[in-house]
């Protein structure tokens, strides 16, 4: 029960008669719990009684934790929450570059949707990136409601206002000039161009869809193992790469947040999703048995010095040979360097894994192979009921299979970097041999 008592205030270190009341109250561990400050005996047992009343009903918000602004709670969020590296770096970034300026100070209870949603709006970046910040302060908040400084979080839920006015009503050019996005050709191209080395972890990333960072880890002992899986009478086999790890270059931070600088490492895979054996193409085993054979270093695709690839120094290998480049004479202490014509100007090591999706249901993919495929977690219950089989896969590899020779043809090669390529017979129909 809520009760009031008083307390005198002390001048010069001497009691006076003057005095204010402080609210008594039980908390929810059983301990007694202070307010001082109430002018009268009624409104501090009154603050009291509402006290007991909302710990009764689950609602109640300890004082100290009343008083906590966002970003208190927000530095709070991010040292307890131990997430991938590359993912702790961009929640700081967004946290430092466009939250932190408006909503450090704000009490966590003084924050609204209008005003949330007012905000966002004003951001001057692209709007897949606003969506981003909201949403990490919607995580930040639902975190603070668990932890007892909220009792709702008002983001949650909720759909932004999407600016439709002037120029954010027209659409934005695309970052490559083509519609239909890139083609098998320009992947064969572009890997001609950079040569073995390069041109081979160009098609891989084309034709078995792999991330950036899971190329850059996948290593000699995982690649080109073999899957094996019975079906009716027969057992079908095809060469795989088994995806473990992967590279994430991120800027470091410690608990608070302070930068500690850049680093290359070594990582286990996204999600459970990404975790995974891809099955590879004929065409693709041979380009890939080869490159093991001629190449010494652990990791399939790195430098050649046999470290990890620093994204500056692929783009100023890589962005030369898509978007091309002017002819350099020879002069003292320069070599002469041809000129290139581009290939497909904006294309990136992402597009060229989105070109296997498009690949993918081109050729028919069926979901549950594709999904596994591209490292993407399935959603739904048909999850969990249809699995790839064999007849799929087979279908699959024949379809990639006829996409590369094909290109092959309409480009009018019958090799890659000098070497000839076998093309391995037409597969057996494992469904009608089934």
Known sequence: ?????????????????????????????????????FPTKVKAVEWGEEQERLIREGTWIDPQKRAATFGEFARTFMASRKKRGRTVGTRWDKLELHIL?????????????????????????????????????STIMTAAVDAGYLTVNPLFGRRRTKETSGDAGRPRAPKIQRDGGPRPEDAVLLAERL????????????????????????????????RRQPWGATVFECPILRIVEEYAEYQERDEDGRKKGYVLRLE???NDGSTRDVDVPP????????????????RVFCTPS??????????????????????????????????????????DMRALRALHDTMQSEIGVKEPLAF????????????????????????????????FWRAMGNLGMKALWGRELERTPQRVDLLNSA
């Open 1 to 37: 029960m809520a009760y009031a008592e008083k307390v005198y205030k002390v001048r010069n270190g001497v009691k006076t008669k003057q005095f204010t009341w402080r609210a008594c109250y039980k908390l929810p561990n059983g301990r007694k719990g202070t307010e001082p400050g």
């Open 101 to 137: 300026p408006r909503w450090d100070n704000v009490p966590l209870r003084a924050i609204s949707w209008f005003d949330v949603d007012t905000w966002q709006q004003t951001m001057s970046i692209e709007d897949v990136s606003r969506g981003h910040c909201v949403s990490l302060m």
């Open 195 to 226: 040569g073995p080395a390069v041109g081979v972890h160009v098609l891989t990333t084309a034709f078995t869809g792999l991330r950036w960072g899971e190329g850059l880890g996948l290593h000699r002992d995982n690649t080109l193992l073999t």
């Open 268 to 270: 286990p895979t996204k």
């Open 283 to 298: 065409f693709l085993a041979q380009l890939l048995r080869r490159h093991l054979e001629e190449w010494q270093h652990p």
């Open 306 to 347: 046999g470290t990890p690839w620093r994204r500056g120094n692929w783009s100023r290998i890589f962005r030369p040979a898509c978007d091309g480049r002017e002819e350099r004479e020879k002069r003292q202490g320069v070599s002469h360097r041809e000129a290139w014509e581009p290939i497909l100007p904006g294309l």
């Open 372 to 403: 596994e495929a591209a490292g993407h977690r399935r959603p739904g219950i048909k999850r969990h009921y249809q699995k790839p089989t064999p007849a799929m896969r087979d279908e699959r590899l024949a379809g990639l299979e006829d996409a």
